[in-house]
């Protein structure tokens, strides 16, 4: 395991980016993937070109789990996920991958209390926002969406996402050491 020190200064580059990125570029499930991806300097541009129906939950409708969720579990999902031609999984590993994406859910219910993107908007912002709509989508970005409001999920979802990996030694601990240097 690296040492403490290199753990949280790479958990909190995934936060800055995170953060970062959601405030310039818009799109939680993305800007977390990217964050994660060029922290870890593990770009896959497929990947990333794959969550980008996945804003304000999926298709900006808020009313599945928050992108930043999904983008992080995408994340550990490329990390130890199934395998297309293991698809029977005799090992199990989906189910590995299954119990780290329920510890970032267990984050995001220790913060917000929730990890659908909806109720995240009525915990920070007090209201929901239909974010199709181009006038709820200016009331939503006027509510700070991406000065306060989601860049503040987005950054988070990276480091707790970026924690969880480090401690699952889901990346080769020599490749982590090279990162911090």
Sequence with gaps: MIEAKA?????????ELGYKYENIFRGCGQCVLAA???????RN???????TGIAGSA?????????????GALFIGSLLGRERENI???EGIRFKTHELVRKLHDKFIAEFGTAICRDIHMKITGRYFYMPDPD??????????????????VGKAARWTAEIVIE??????DKLRSLVK
């Design 7 to 15: 753990a949280k200064m790479l958990a909190d580059k995934a936060y």
């Design 36 to 42: 994660l991806q060029d922290t870890f300097d593990m």
């Design 45 to 51: 541009d497929d990947v990333f070109k794959a969550t």
């Design 88 to 90: 029977t999984d005799p």
């Design 168 to 173: 699952e030694n889901l990346i080769d601990e």
């Design 59 to 71: 298709g900006m409708l808020a009313d599945t789990g928050c992108g930043a969720y999904i983008g």
């Design 136 to 153: 709820e989508f200016t009331k939503f970005d006027n509510a700070g969406a991406h000065t306060t409001v989601c860049t503040e999920v």
